[in-house]
């Protein structure tokens, strides 16, 4: 998963899915599941630092500015997500806005009460 999303940021292994697929598309056309890829990095990364992670829920919203990944869990894990400062979410939304960048979308990512 993780050495997924960093070729996909780095733009390494789109000739490699552009051969496997053979038609020519880069590997964010040929895929056509990238925001499904960037909620199971979402997922993976807070299902990672929480104590609870079966009560963790994900849900991608539609909105006019672009898409919206949404993180729902409990609310002693907030902090754990959040991070000192807004250090880890500012983090992880870096990533996701980076790797929607260069497919030319917006995503954000927010943390629901």
Same mark, same amino acid.
């Given at each position: 998963m993780l050495?997924?999303?960093l070729n996909?940021l780095?733009?390494?292994?789109?000739a490699?899915?552009?051969?496997e697929?053979?038609?020519?598309?880069?590997? *964010?056309q040929?895929s056509?599941?990238s925001?499904?890829?960037l909620e199971?990095?979402? *997922?993976y =990364?807070?299902?990672?630092?929480?104590?609870?992670?079966?009560?963790? *829920?994900?849900?991608t919203?539609?909105?006019?500015?672009?898409?919206s990944?949404?993180i729902s869990?409990?609310k002693?894990?907030i902090?754990k997500?959040?991070?000192?400062?807004?250090k880890t979410?500012?983090?992880i939304r870096?990533l996701v806005s980076?790797?929607?960048g260069?497919q030319?979308?917006r995503v954000s =990512?927010?943390?629901?009460?």
């Open positions: 050495k997924a999303l996909f780095t733009g390494n292994g789109s490699a899915k552009s051969a697929t053979g038609n020519g598309k880069t590997g *964010s040929a056509g599941g925001l499904h890829d199971g990095f979402v *997922s =990364v807070v299902c990672a630092l929480v104590d609870n992670p079966g009560d963790v *829920s994900i849900r919203e539609e909105t006019e500015e672009g898409c990944i949404q869990c409990r002693e894990d902090g997500i959040v991070g000192k400062r807004g979410i500012m983090a870096s980076g790797a929607a260069r030319r979308k =990512v927010e943390v629901l009460d």
